[in-house]
Each structure stands twice: as structure tokens, then as C-alpha cells.
């Protein structure tokens, strides 16, 4: 299998020699570089523990050059969460005004921490998912949360994703209802788990107003069926089951299962008859039902403290973060 992206290139095979034959292939068509081994790949550190069975992914380097380039802002010491915990600490369009040179950084250190968050960290996803939210307007509170971020970066620098072993996959949903304090919409968190190591995750507030815990979970599951789909339909051209394991030849493939903690917004999802609670509800969100119905995706229930997406949907203390990370195969 080759992965492209531009001009950058990635082979992966069974063994040394099916990967040349492929390389050889590529360059009898395009012009090509050979350089061996990946350890760098799009801003990645690619580090192969072959002994382990294990590839990890981590920007160590992109990380070091960010916290050289914000050094003279960021305080001293470092922390162990990224987004401090607590309903008193959460962040609102309010507070003091921010400098001139601090409003002008601002946009593009959230934009240099949401491409972290996206590729190799989704430990800082959610605490960078709220301060994108002020980026046009930011106060004071926002630019101290980011530094925050930055702190905690220190700390954790040579962090990353780790994949190997022999763990099937896992997909988690959550939410966490009217979470935003400026619009009370909530935040849906979701996250799929491959061999140990997160393959797709998202922490991303809710395009409308859910009027209960139910219902943002619902709301939820729509985002999280989206990523199952996309991971099925992958799994399916690789020639792998539900588990991400080899399939056998014209073997079906199986539904793949979504862990949530809401039993309700499990009642609504495996029930097609619509009732007076759910009739309000916009027909985009009834998608992940349908799905349901049609035997692609399987809803069952996981208490909070296993469900490894409870980090996408609010700031938690070091121990259910570090549960979290540990679900995902990020590095505690």
C-alpha cells in the first residue's frame, strides 16, 4: 500500500521486498527520491520500535520550534492538563482587553496548536477546539489559557501515538451538554482507536441548541457514525474486518460497534418511532439512526470512565485525562 500526499510518499508491506516492487513501480511512471526508513514524514517523527511491533507518531520538533518561537511570553513552570478544570474556569467572550502584539499573535499561535491537535496531539484537541472560538476578538483570558497549552506542550514535548499490539478497534462518543458558556451549545467529542493508537478524533461544538443531555448525545453519534462509515468503507479497500484484522475472502463485514455513556441517546438510536421528546430534533441528526437501522453501526453502552472521548467534550483532571490518553495510546 502506498499513502500520497503531494509530493511526500509512504509504502507499507508485509515484508522489504513486496515494498520495492512497488517502489519500483511508482518510479517507473514518476521521477522519485528513495530515502529509506520513514522518520520524518509531513512534520511527523516516525519512531519504529520493530522489537515491540510498535510506530510512533509525535512532533517533538515542530513543538520545540513553537516553544522557542512564543519563549519570552510563556510563564515559567509547566502543567500536567492542558485546559485547567472546573466550571470556574471556563472561558466566555468576556475579560480584560489584550495588548496589541499579544491580539496580533494570538490567531496564529491557535492556528500552530490546531495543527498539532489535529495530526499528533489529540491530547490538547478540546482546550484548542474553545480558544479557536475567540480568535477574532481575544481577551486576556484566552491568551493566558493558551500560553496554558503551551506550558503543558513543555512538559509533554516528545509525546505522541503509539500503534501496535493486538487490540481491535474501538470507537467512543460523547457530549457534553450546553458546555459553551456564550451560546450553551454543546460540545461533541468523538474518537476511533486502531491497534492501540487513535486513528480519527474530533472536538467540535454542536450547530444547534440541544435541550437535553439526550438529545446532545443523539446530536453526538451523528458526528461519530460519520467517522465509522468513513473507517469501514477504508477498512473494506484494505481487506480488513470490523476489527481491523485480515479478512477472509467474501467475508462480511461485520457492524462496527460505538461505545457511548448515554443510555437514552442508545434507547432513541436503536428506536425508529419517532415520540413527542425527539420530534423537535433536526432530521440531519436522525442520520447515525438510520445507519443503526441499516446494520452498519452497532450503539453500546460504556460508563464515563471508560469512555475514552470524555476528554473531547470538557477539561479534566490529571487522572481521567491521563485514563483518556492511555485509551488512545498517547504517551502519559
Not at 472561558?91 to 491537535?117: M, N
Not at 484566552?142 to 499490539?165: E, F, K, N, P
Not at 462496527?256 to 455513556?261: A, R
Amino acid at each position: 500500500m502506498a499513502a500520497i500526499y503531494v509530493d511526500d510518499g509512504i509504502v507499507a508491506a508485509r515484508d522489504a521486498e513486496a515494498a520495492r516492487r512497488l517502489a519500483d513501480i511508482v518510479a517507473s511512471c514518476f521521477e522519485i527520491r528513495r530515502m529509506g526508513e520513514p522518520k520524518m514524514i509531513l512534520g511527523m517523527n516516525v519512531t519504529r520500535e520493530k522489537a515491540a511491533g510498535t510506530i510512533t507518531l509525535s512532533q517533538k520538533d515542530a513543538i520545540a520550534a513553537l516553544l522557542e518561537m512564543y519563549a519570552e511570553h510563556m510563564p515559567r513552570g509547566e502543567v500536567t492538563v492542558p485546559s485547567q478544570p472546573g466550571s470556574a474556569h471556563q472561558l466566555c467572550s468576556g475579560g480584560q482587553e489584550l495588548s496589541a502584539d499579544a491580539t496580533l499573535l494570538y490567531p496564529s499561535l491557535v492556528g500552530s496548536l490546531q495543527h498539532l491537535a489535529n495530526s499528533t496531539r489529540p491530547d490538547i484537541a478540546y482546550a484548542v477546539g474553545v480558544l479557536g472560538r475567540y480568535s477574532k476578538q481575544p481577551r486576556q483570558p484566552h491568551w493566558d489559557a493558551a500560553l496554558r497549552v503551551l506550558r503543558y506542550l513543555r512538559g509533554t514535548q516528545s509525546r505522541g501515538i503509539t500503534y501496535g499490539g493486538t487490540k481491535g478497534l474501538r470507537v467512543y462518543c460523547d457530549a457534553d451538554h450546553a458546555g459553551c458558556v456564550d451560546t450553551r451549545r454543546s460540545t461533541t467529542g468523538a474518537v476511533t482507536v486502531l491497534h492501540g493508537g487513535a486513528v480519527d478524533w474530533s472536538s467540535t461544538l454542536q450547530s444547534t441548541v440541544a435541550a437535553s443531555t439526550c438529545e446532545a448525545e443523539y446530536q453526538a453519534a451523528g458526528v461519530v457514525v460519520r467517522m465509522a462509515l468513513w473507517l469501514r468503507k477504508i477498512l473494506t479497500d484494505l481487506g480488513l474486518d470490523a476489527q481491523g484484522r485480515p479478512a477472509a475472502a467474501g467475508e462480511q463485514l461485520q457492524p462496527i460497534v460505538v461505545d457511548c455513556d448515554n443510555q437514552g441517546a442508545i434507547a432513541l438510536l436503536n428506536n425508529p418511532a419517532s415520540t413527542r421528546r425527539s420530534k423537535h430534533i433536526d432530521i440531519i441528526h436522525h442520520f447515525a439512526r438510520d445507519r443503526v437501522e441499516q446494520g452498519q453501526v452497532e450503539f453500546k453502552y460504556c460508563p464515563s470512565a471508560m469512555n475514552v472521548s470524555d476528554c473531547f467534550t470538557k477539561s479534566l483532571g490529571p487522572t481521567g485525562f491521563n485514563s483518556c490518553l492511555a485509551g488512545m495510546g498517547v504517551g502519559i
